[in-house]
């Protein structure tokens, strides 16, 4: 088995809008997927084992008036079911820690499910911290 991660790329589309779908259960096209590669300051890694994507993550820059340094959020994390537990996940957060310190981030947050356990067992083995926070969404009708 051969496996790896990267950052994503324009040829990447296809294989990156069938895992949002089935992640997110959000269609979006190759085509918009493409123009977000091109025009967007999101970071985007695959995992890849043997030579097929099976994983992507991404992760955002912000920065607030409130602090004097830039912070970073992974914002998306999918492994499709047939790679899970293999370390894709893992060496994600890896690529988008390096891409992200690489442009001045100095602290990462990332939000997950209050049942995924599955997912806060990697987040901590990464050096996570669990806070008790709670979140709060509102979608916004247009």
Do not use: P, W
């Not at 957060?93 to 310190?101: F, Y």
Request: hydrophobic share 35%; glycine share 6%; proline share 0%.
């Amino acid at each position: 088995m051969n496996m790896y991660v990267r950052l994503a790329e324009y040829k990447d589309s296809e294989a990156l809008s069938l895992l949002n779908n089935m992640f997110n259960e959000v269609n979006i096209t190759s085509e918009e997927i493409k123009q977000n590669l091109i025009n967007n300051n999101e970071l985007i890694v695959v995992g890849v084992i043997d030579e097929k994507i099976v994983s992507f993550g991404c992760a955002q820059i912000y920065k607030s008036f409130c602090y004097n340094y830039l912070h970073g959020e992974i914002t998306e994390m999918y492994v499709n079911e047939e790679s899970r537990g293999r370390g894709s996940a893992s060496m994600m957060i890896e690529l988008l820690e390096k891409e992200l310190k690489n442009q001045g981030v100095k602290s990462i947050k990332l939000l997950t499910g209050k049942y995924n356990h599955i997912a806060q067992k990697t987040y901590l083995s990464c050096g996570y911290i669990s806070k008790d926070e709670a979140m709060f969404y509102k979608k916004i009708n247009t």
